[in-house]
């Protein structure tokens, strides 16, 4: 009678431990979530203004152009909130966070410019990297991170830049993001309130 008990204890705390870290959001990896759909995501970006539907119509993509490219595309966007995230294929944390921008830029794309930059990453690996996670919007590649450098983005990964309607810095986030409510915390926070 006595192992039966112990069974039926040992799985009731391996209930609540599991019940607890689903609630926590530290139940597992957001990359283990459903497959994110680009086309879908798309649609759903249609109707955006002609700067935003340009970072869309370039989605997945990585862009050269260096820091005069990047400065080139900003002043573009001049009048939109822009969201910056430097990620690299070999960064462990930009893997966990992708999922959350896949999604979250899907939702809110049509009102925020996002903006990839690679850094310190091969061209090989950076494109195997976004044909596993697409995102819908470009992403421009930094190899020696002179574009990071200009936009005193910090030497980590990943790390979310958020610049205001006039292109001024307004929050820099460094680390990754865990969650699409943490995420969009932050952009209505620093750049639509």
């Known amino acids: ?52 539907a340009a970072l869309h119509a370039q989605s ?24 910056i995230n430097k990620w690299a ?17 899907a939702r809110m794309g049509r009102e925020v410019a996002f903006l990839g930059l690679d850094g310190k990453d091969n061209r090989e690996d950076a494109a195997a990297f976004l044909s596993e996670f697409p995102l819908p919007f470009p992403s421009y590649v930094d190899p020696r991170e002179e574009v990071a450098r200009e936009l005193e983005m910090a030497v980590a990964y990943p790390v979310t830049l958020f610049l205001d309607r006039e292109g001024r810095t307004a929050f820099i986030h460094q680390g990754q993001y865990r969650s699409d409510a943490e995420l969009e915390a932050d952009i209505r926070r620093y750049l639509l309130d």
């Open 1 to 52: 009678m006595r192992p039966a008990l112990m069974i039926l204890a040992a799985c009731a705390l391996a209930a609540v431990v599991a019940v607890g870290l689903g609630q926590a959001g530290g139940g597992g990896d957001p990359a283990d979530g459903p497959s994110f759909d680009l086309a879908q995501a798309r649609e759903q970006l249609r109707g955006a203004p002609p700067e935003l």
């Open 60 to 83: 997945a993509e990585l862009l050269d152009g260096g820091p005069r490219a990047v400065e080139r595309r900003l002043r573009e966007l001049r009048g939109h909130p822009v969201v």
């Open 89 to 105: 294929s070999w960064c462990g944390p930009c893997r966990v966070e992708f999922p959350v921008f896949q999604r979250v830029a």
